[in-house]
């Protein structure tokens, strides 16, 4: 895996006219993760934006070094194409393989993704970004609509991407278990 680092650096984030965070600063590096939570409206989902390019920050800055993969509220599957076509695309874009058999997919292929559950969809997700190679992995609410055991495939995914030097910025209301995972509740110190 190609070496990756993620900094923060007295970020602030406004929606509105309400600051949401601000003097947020961490740096990660390979093997490394974090998890971000707090209540709802607080600057999770935003905080996973900026970290990856696609919202300004209201000041501070992000140093990024290596490709990162994002997962958020949307998929970003074709729900009009089976699971295996939708898959097919990112593949040829990002020249990974997803871990279908791993995350109990290989029985959805010919499934077209509007008609997969939240839970399907939400593992279908996690595969494409697994498939895309990237260093980091920004993951918004990765446990949103999973079961028990599907928590458990999540979290071992994370943990082998962190073991092989990648890094995870996971925002997350529930609790993810991760060896060494460092918590940052918004509003509160890094830990």
């Not at 194409?81 to 997803?98: I, K, Q, Y």
């Not at 939240?118 to 990765?142: H, I, N």
Request: aromatic share 4%; glycine share 12%; proline share 7%.
């Amino acid at each position: 895996m190609e070496p990756a680092r993620l900094a923060a650096t007295e970020l602030a984030c406004r929606r509105g006219d309400r600051v949401l965070f601000s003097g947020l600063s961490f740096a990660l590096g390979p093997g490394e993760a974090l998890q971000v939570s707090g209540p709802n409206g607080v600057g999770k989902s935003s905080l996973i934006r900026i970290l990856a390019g696609l919202l300004r920050p209201l000041a501070g800055r992000v140093e990024r070094d290596g490709r990162l993969a994002l997962l958020d509220e949307r998929p970003a599957l074709d729900g009009d194409l089976p699971l295996a076509s939708a898959l097919a695309f990112w593949s040829r874009l990002d020249g990974g393989r997803p871990p279908l058999g791993y995350l109990g997919l290989d029985e959805l292929l010919d499934v077209p993704v509007r008609y997969l559950s939240t839970g399907q969809r939400k593992r279908a997700a996690l595969a494409r970004v697994a498939g895309q190679d990237a260093p980091m992995w920004l993951l918004d609410e990765p446990l949103n609509g999973l079961d028990r055991e599907a928590i458990g495939l999540c979290e071992a995914l994370v943990s082998e991407h962190c073991a092989a030097g990648g890094i995870a910025v996971i925002a997350s209301h529930q609790p993810f278990a991760l060896p060494a995972l460092r918590a940052l509740e918004l509003g509160a110190a890094l830990a």
